[in-house]
């Protein structure tokens, strides 16, 4: 078992930034691959990145490109995602998730790959 708990989310102006974390237990993190998903009101879980085991491959949803970056601390067992240049569109619910996978390059934009995933953080973006 894993257990996620997100934080840093919160409200923000447009333009503003924000750096979620999630901590995880439960398992070795650096077995891990890593996800961030979010679910606005009313709509399906979006993806927005995925870090794969080793940190060394990254994706990210074309709406979070350029603005969002993943990365992970296997010493804190933590993944974060910094977000800048925040717009009202980006005001949704973040989670994020994990699966446990041998291979260190492994990383999935579906969130059927995932097993594991933390309660969400609230991120409201104002105009």
């Known amino acids: 078992q894993v257990q996620l708990v997100e934080s840093g989310g919160g409200l923000v102006q447009a333009g503003g930034s924000l750096r979620l974390s999630c901590a995880a237990s439960?398992?070795?993190?650096?077995?891990?691959?890593l996800g961030w998903f979010r679910q606005a009101p009313g709509k399906e879980h979006e993806f927005v990145a995925a870090l794969s085991r080793n940190g060394s491959r990254s994706t990210y949803a074309d709406s979070a490109k350029a603005r969002f970056t993943i990365s992970r601390d296997n010493a804190l067992n933590t993944v974060y995602l910094q977000m800048n240049s925040l717009k009202p569109e980006d005001t949704a619910i973040y989670y994020c998730?994990?699966?446990?996978?041998?291979?260190?390059?492994?990383?999935?934009?579906?969130?059927?790959?995932?097993?594991?995933w933390g309660q969400g953080t609230q991120v409201t973006v104002s105009s």
């Open positions: 998730a994990a699966r446990v996978t041998p291979s260190s390059l492994f990383l999935s934009l579906d969130k059927d790959s995932y097993d594991y």
């Open positions: 439960g398992r070795t993190f650096s077995s891990l691959a």
